[in-house]
């Protein structure tokens, strides 16, 4: 694995590509400003624009021809999503929903974006790696899904965090990982009920697997 584009996944985007930093693309830049449970876009929509997280959180995903929902990412400030336009996607294949109640994302056309892509080669070459890194993602995710047992789904997630998101104890050898999910975009990531989900961590921490508080997990070693 490239450590240089998985990490790409975890800094602030925003403030590399949002085009107020650009003085010729500035005039082109605004903010959307949504509530929770607001849509930035549905399936279906056209696919004309890309978006950078200002603050809040954005829940993205689809619906399956059962009505199911069904989540495969939950995005914090200084992310991107709707890039597949990038790529050429015409027409979204996923919705985009906002989960807090203050979030405000920069919202690029995308013809300002191919310009701004097109005058920095090298952040350009960063982002289409990025692209296929976010795919990579989103297979594990569906993998993960696919596992019919629920604690194995939650231990494989725990994993995929502690790549994200963690860093070992130089003392205990133990992964801890801080990161930015509460209990319910955990269980949402990985089709649980939130008592389901409780009901796994106590069991794995009783069995000295892994201790779990709001915004770390400690993997034992």
């Given at each position: 694995m490239n450590n240089s584009i998985?990490?790409?996944?975890?800094?602030?985007?925003?403030?590399?590509?949002?085009?107020?930093?650009?003085?010729?693309?500035?005039?082109?830049?605004?903010?959307?400003?949504?509530?929770?449970?607001?849509?930035?876009?549905?399936?279906?929509?056209?696919a004309n624009k890309v978006f950078l997280i200002n603050q809040g959180k954005v829940k993205v995903g689809y619906t399956t021809e059962d009505g199911e929902e069904i989540v495969t990412a939950i995005l914090v400030k200084g992310q991107i999503f709707?890039?597949?336009?990038?790529l050429g996607e015409e027409k979204r294949n996923e919705f985009a929903q906002a989960l807090d109640s203050d979030t405000s994302i920069c919202v690029i056309k995308l013809d300002?974006?191919?310009?701004m892509l097109r005058r920095n080669n090298e952040f350009s070459l960063k982002i289409y790696k990025f692209i296929g890194y976010r795919f990579?993602?989103?297979?594990?995710?569906?993998?993960?899904?696919?596992?019919?047992?629920?604690?194995t789904r939650l231990l494989e997630f725990i994993k995929e965090l502690a790549d994200d998101y963690g860093f070992t104890n130089a003392i205990t050898g133990d992964k801890v990982i801080r990161h930015p999910y509460t209990q319910k975009d955990?269980?949402?990531?990985?089709?649980?009920?939130?008592?389901?989900?409780?009901?796994?961590?106590n069991e794995l921490q009783n069995e000295n697997i892994l201790t779990f508080d709001r915004k770390e997990i400690i993997l034992k070693k």
């Open positions: 998985w990490f790409f996944d975890n800094i602030d985007v925003f403030q590399i590509l949002c085009p107020h930093r650009f003085k010729d693309f500035a005039k082109e830049h605004n903010f959307s400003f949504l509530k929770k449970g607001d849509y930035v876009y549905f399936e279906e929509d056209a709707g890039e597949k336009a990038i300002v974006m191919y310009e990579k993602k989103l297979e594990r995710r569906l993998q993960i899904m696919l596992f019919k047992d629920a604690k955990i269980a949402s990531l990985i089709g649980l009920s939130r008592p389901t989900l409780n009901v796994l961590i």
